[in-house]
C-alpha cells in the first residue's frame, strides 16, 4: 500500500486521564519495526476490560493512551521478518499472543506465551520500549494490551494478530478477538460438558453468556443462570438458559440452592464473575464424583479462595482457563469458521452499533448495564 514505510496520520480516541471522556484527535502512526504489524482497524468493540483500566481503579495508571483490543481489520502494512501476513489481509489483533516459538506455544496444553501473554502496564512495543503512537506537540500516547484499537490505525506484534476468512464480516467476528472466545472456549475447550448434562453458569455479562452458548451447543439439558440482577434472565434464555438462581432470593448459600434443585450438584460450572465468593460457589455446587468447575473471572489481589479439602477428596475438578484456552493465530481462525458455517452465533450478543466519533456513548451503555457487546464503526 501507497502508506508501507511511511507515518500515517489519522484519528485516534485518546484517554488523557483516568475516567474522562476520550478525545478523539489526530495522531501519528509510525510504521511496523521487525516483527510488527501496522493495521487498519475497520471494527472495534468495548469491553469491560478497557472500561476498568479506563477508570484506573486499583492498578497504575498509564496515560495518556490508546485503549481498545476487541476488534476486526485489513493488515496495512508489515515490519521486517513478517511472513504470517500480508498487505490486505483480514485479521483480528488479540490482547495475548501467540509466538509459536515458547515452551507454552509448543505445548498443546498451554495459550500462555512466554513473549505475548497479556500485559496490563505495557504502554510500549517490546521490540525497542517506545510507543508508536504520537499526538500533538510530539506527546507519546501509550498502548493497551499491545492493540490499542479505538484508532484508525495501530501497531501490533505479528504473534497478536490471527488471520481470518476474508469473507467473515469484520463487524460480527470482531468480537470474538476477546470476550465470547474467553467464554465460549471456557466451557467447549475446559469444562467440556457431556450431551445431555447440567451446566451453570455464574455472572450473566457477555463472558458468561458465551459460556452459556458453549453449554447449548454441547447439548446440555438444563443450565442454570446465576446472577443478582433479575432482569438478566430474560436474555439469557436466548442463549440457552432453562432456570435462573438470585443468590438474594435466599437464605442459604447458592451452592447449596443448586445442589438441592439438581439432586447432588450439576456436572459441569463456569465462573464469569471475578468474585471469590461466585468461585467458591461454583466449586462447591458442582456433583461428586465427575463434577468439573471452570474460574475465568479475574479476582482482586486480595481474594482468597477458601473450601474444604474435601471437596477435592470427593472427586470434584477446579480447573482455570485464559482465553478459553485458544491459542490466538492456530485457533482463532477456526472459532470465525464456526460462525461463517452457522455452528455459532454472535448476533445476539451484539446489542448496540455506534459510528467512532460517538465512542463514549459506548462506554456510557456499557456503564448503565443496558449493553453486551457495542460495536464502534471507524468508517462511519
Request: proline share 6%; net charge negative; charged share 20%.
Amino acid at each position: 500500500m501507497a502508506t508501507a514505510g511511511e507515518v500515517i496520520k489519522c484519528k485516534a480516541a485518546v484517554a488523557w486521564e483516568a475516567g474522562k471522556p476520550l478525545s478523539i484527535e489526530e495522531v501519528e502512526v509510525a510504521p511496523p519495526q521487525a516483527m510488527e504489524v501496522r493495521l487498519k482497524i475497520l471494527y472495534t468493540a468495548l469491553c469491560h476490560t478497557d472500561v476498568y483500566f479506563w477508570e484506573a481503579k486499583g492498578q497504575t495508571p498509564v496515560f495518556p493512551r490508546i485503549f481498545g483490543h476487541e476488534a476486526g481489520g485489513i493488515v496495512e502494512s508489515v515490519g521486517e521478518g513478517v511472513t504470517e501476513v500480508s498487505p490486505g489481509d483480514h485479521v483480528l489483533p488479540v490482547f495475548t499472543g501467540e509466538c509459536k516459538d515458547c515452551p507454552h506455544c509448543l505445548s498443546e496444553e498451554s495459550n500462555l506465551c512466554d513473549l505475548l501473554r497479556i500485559n496490563t502496564d505495557r504502554g510500549a512495543m517490546i521490540a525497542d520500549g517506545r510507543p508508536r503512537f504520537t499526538a500533538r506537540g510530539g506527546q507519546p500516547v501509550y498502548h493497551f494490551l499491545g492493540t490499542s484499537t479505538f484508532s484508525e490505525y495501530t501497531v501490533v506484534h505479528v504473534g497478536c494478530v490471527a488471520k481470518i476468512d476474508p469473507a467473515a464480516p469484520l463487524d460480527k467476528v470482531c468480537v470474538l478477538s476477546c470476550g465470547i472466545s474467553t467464554g465460549f472456549g471456557a466451557t467447549v475447550n475446559v469444562a467440556k460438558p457431556p450431551k445431555g448434562c447440567t451446566v451453570a453458569i455464574f455472572g450473566l455479562g457477555a463472558v458468561g453468556l458465551a459460556a452459556m452458548e458453549g453449554a447449548r451447543i454441547s447439548g446440555a439439558s438444563r443450565i442454570i443462570g446465576v446472577d443478582l440482577n433479575p432482569a438478566k434472565f430474560d436474555l439469557a434464555k436466548k442463549f440457552g438458559c432453562t432456570d435462573f438462581v438470585n443468590p438474594k432470593d435466599y437464605d442459604k448459600p447458592v451452592q447449596q440452592v443448586i445442589i438441592e434443585m439438581t439432586n447432588g450438584g450439576v456436572d459441569r460450572s463456569v465462573e464469569c464473575t471475578g468474585n471469590a465468593a461466585a468461585m467458591i460457589s461454583a466449586f462447591e455446587c458442582v456433583h461428586d464424583g465427575w463434577g468439573v468447575a471452570v474460574l475465568v473471572g479475574v479476582a482482586g489481589k486480595e481474594a482468597v479462595f477458601r473450601t474444604h479439602p474435601t471437596n477435592f477428596l470427593n472427586e470434584r475438578t477446579l480447573k482455570g482457563t485464559f482465553f478459553g484456552n485458544y491459542k490466538p493465530r492456530t485457533d482463532l481462525p477456526g472459532v470465525v469458521d464456526m460462525y461463517m458455517n452457522k455452528e455459532l452465533e454472535l448476533e445476539k450478543f451484539i446489542t448496540h452499533s455506534v459510528p467512532f466519533t460517538e465512542i463514549n456513548t459506548a462506554f456510557d451503555l456499557m456503564l448503565s448495564g443496558e449493553s453486551l457487546r457495542c460495536i464502534i464503526r471507524m468508517e462511519d
